[in-house]
């Protein structure tokens, strides 16, 4: 996927559309996929965590998962 395209609707709001399955739509998703809607590195996303400006939650299993709605209150990125 490209990094150059955003995934934000021109009202703001992420393009969740490659992500329903079946007319449901995920809650959570990984840090990968949270970079890939917010079109930034995934080390970004990972910053963002460490400094506060983005919650996330940490599975049984260790990995991260970041709620949609959270993702929704992060500004667009600035290029």
Do not use: Y
Request: hydrophobic residues 40%; proline residues 5%.
């Amino acid at each position: 996927m490209s990094r150059s395209r955003s995934h934000r609707h021109p009202e703001g709001q992420l393009d969740l559309g490659a992500l329903t399955v079946g007319g449901i739509t995920p809650s959570f998703v990984s840090v990968d996929t949270a970079a890939q809607l917010m079109s930034v590195s995934h080390w970004t996303v990972r910053r963002w965590i460490d400094n506060g400006h983005l919650r996330a939650r940490k599975m049984p299993s260790g990995c991260l998962r970041i709620a949609v709605a959270d993702l929704e209150l992060v500004g667009e990125p600035v290029r």
